[in-house]
C-alpha cells in the first residue's frame, strides 16, 4: 500500500491564516505573541527532534518509557482498528502502539495529522514502507481547526503526545477536548500525554538547555515569518528567555529583543516598532496534575480511565474513553 496524504487547505488558505493570525497576535499589547504552531516548518521540527535527545530534556525519554510499559495493556484495553496521532512530528512512539496492535492482529489503519507537511510526509511514507499490511494516512492539518478532517470515529484510539496539549492556552483545551471527542465513537479512546507539575529548576534546565537548541528552535519562528510573510526579523538580535510560572503552573517562552529595531512584515500588513527588552511570546507550555486536566473534562464527552505515570512521576499517559455523553454540536449555545 502506498501512504495517503491530504492537505486540509490550499496552501492560500493557510498564507492568508498565518498573515492573520500573525498580525493578531504582533498586535496584542501589553505582551505580543506568536502562535507557536509556527516554530514547525522542516527545520523546526528538526530542532524539536534534537531538543527530544538532550540531556535536560527528560519529557521524551520518559514518555517513551512509559510508552513501552504500556503500549500492550492500552491495546488490549481499546481493541482499536485505527491509530490516529494528532501533532506526530517524525511519528516514532506511534510505532509502540502499532507493534502492540501487531501482536494481537488488529492492525488496519493509522493517521497521522501534522501541520508541518515535509516531516509528515517523510514519517507517513517510513510507517508504510515498515508495516506492509497498514493503510496509512497522512493528514497535513491544524488541530485546532482542522479535527472533522479525520471522519467519523469507530474503533479508533486517538494518542496526543510530547506534552503537547501544554502549548494550548488553558481556556482552550475543553474546546479542543470537545472537537476531538466528535470524532470519537462512544468507546472510542485517547491517550493523552501530559508533563507534570514539579519541581522548577528541572523545569527551567529542560528549556534552557546547555547547548543552545531551544534558543534555536525558538528563534525559528522569526525565520518561519520571514520566509512566509516576506518578514525582516533578525532572529540573532533576539534571546531566548524560558521561565516557569508557577501560578499558572506553565513554562512561558518568549524572544527579547537585545537592541532597538524596527521590523517590517508585509504578509501580515505591520510594521513593528521594538525597544531594547521588548519580548514577544512565542509559547506556553502548561504543566498538568491529574486533577487539573480531570477539573477541564466535564462537558467534553472524555474520562480517565487510567493514568500512567513513571517512578518520579514527571511525566504521565492519561487513557480518556469518550463516554455515551451527547456533546453539543458548535452552534448550539
Ligand atoms: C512537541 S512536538 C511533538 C511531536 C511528536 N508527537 C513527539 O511525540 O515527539 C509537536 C508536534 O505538533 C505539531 N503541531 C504543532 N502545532 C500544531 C497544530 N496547531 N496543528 C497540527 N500540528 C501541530 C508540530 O509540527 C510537531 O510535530
Known sequence: MSARIERVRDSSDMSSRMSDEVREGLQKRPLPELPSKYFYDDRGSALFDDITRLPEYYPTRTEEAILETIAQEVVDRVQPRELCELGSGVGRKVRLLLDAMAHRELLERCVLLDISEGFLIE????????????????????FLEDLPALGAGGGRLALFLAGTIGNLH????????????????????????????????RLHAAYNDSAGVTAEFNRNILRVVNTHLGADFEPE???????????????EMRLRATRGM???????NLQMVLEPGDEIRTELSCKYTRGSLEARLPGTGLCVEAWYTDPDQLFAC?????????IPSEEEP
Not at 524596527?262 to 501580515?268: L, N, T
Not at 487513557?319 to 455523553?325: A, D, F, K, N, V
Open 170 to 201: 488553558p481556556d482552550r483545551v475543553p474546546p479542543f477536548l470537545r472537537d476531538l471527542a466528535r470524532q470519537l465513537d462512544p468507546g472510542d479512546a485517547f491517550l493523552l500525554g501530559l508533563d507534570l507539575v514539579k519541581d522548577a529548576a
Open 318 to 326: 492519561a487513557l480518556l474513553r469518550r463516554s455515551h455523553e451527547t
Open 237 to 251: 538580535a533576539f534571546e531566548h528567555v524560558a521561565f516557569y510560572d508557577p501560578d499558572n503552573a506553565w513554562i
Open 262 to 268: 524596527r521590523v517590517s512584515i508585509p504578509g501580515a
Open 123 to 142: 514519517s507517513a511514507r517510513q510507517l508504510d514502507a515498515d508495516y506492509p499490511d497498514l493503510a496509512v494516512r497522512g493528514v497535513v492539518g491544524d
